[in-house]
């Protein structure tokens, strides 16, 4: 479980969130949406350990940062770093003895090859691999299918299950509301940095709509095409 209380968080003057309260539950997936800018990136490295905030992130586990696995956007790799140091490396932070990544390669990846010259899906599979290596308790994943081939997609909507049925607590941003719909349990709606709804399954459909009405509303019909 993680529970947050009035989280704010600024950048100088701009203010990027103020006064969230979220609680995220162990064995479900949330799912966050937003438009650009939102804020939801902020959140997720707020919960991450990885920028300061007010507020409070009270979890049931010890030493936070190393039980959550944080999958950015756009994973950056060190320069002439293979795909298989870089599990290693992952693995030796969290003083997990193994080296048997090829048994667990499941998306396929050339693990000899150095990680910088990956493609951006080959760079979110790979570091994908990593958190799940790691075992962690929390599992925060900001775009996980954005770049991503249909199969691999396949692949990573059963990990979330299977991470779900392991009773792990995630999190989950997408811009496209269809894959957040097939793998979460509730979705909460990210606007001027509040969490300004919280909706389960049964009113999924309702907020896709209401999403749809107010950011594309009578944009497209503007166009002169």
């Not at 570091?127 to 249909?150: C, S, T």
Request: charged letters at 25%; a neutral charge.
């Amino acid at each position: 479980m993680v529970n947050i209380k009035n989280l704010s968080k600024s950048y100088g003057n701009k203010k990027v969130l103020t006064n969230l309260n979220l609680a995220l539950a162990s064995g479900q997936v949330a799912g966050m949406v937003g438009e650009n800018g939102a804020g939801k990136t902020t959140l997720f490295k707020c919960i991450a350990g990885m920028e300061n905030y007010e507020g409070q992130i009270e979890v049931k586990v010890e030493n936070l940062k190393e039980r959550v696995g944080f999958l950015p956007t756009n994973p950056i790799f060190l320069s002439r770093i293979t795909g298989w140091e870089y599990l290693k490396l992952l693995c030796v932070a969290r003083k997990i003895k193994t080296e048997n990544f090829e048994e667990q390669n499941i998306f396929e990846l050339p693990l000899n090859q150095y990680a910088e010259t990956y493609s951006t899906g080959m760079k979110k599979k790979l570091a994908l691999m990593g958190i799940l290596l790691q075992k962690n308790e929390i599992y925060i994943l900001d775009e996980p299918f954005n770049g991503v081939d249909i199969h691999s997609n396949m692949i990573i909507s059963e990990i979330i299950k299977k991470l779900k049925a392991k009773q792990k607590t995630i999190l989950i941003s997408s811009h496209i509301f269809s894959t957040l719909s097939d793998c979460c349990d509730t979705i909460h709606l990210l606007k001027n940095g509040e969490i300004s709804r919280m909706v389960t399954r049964e009113g999924f459909s309702t907020l896709d709509q209401e999403m749809q009405s107010f950011i594309v509303g009578d944009k497209v019909d503007r166009l002169d095409i």
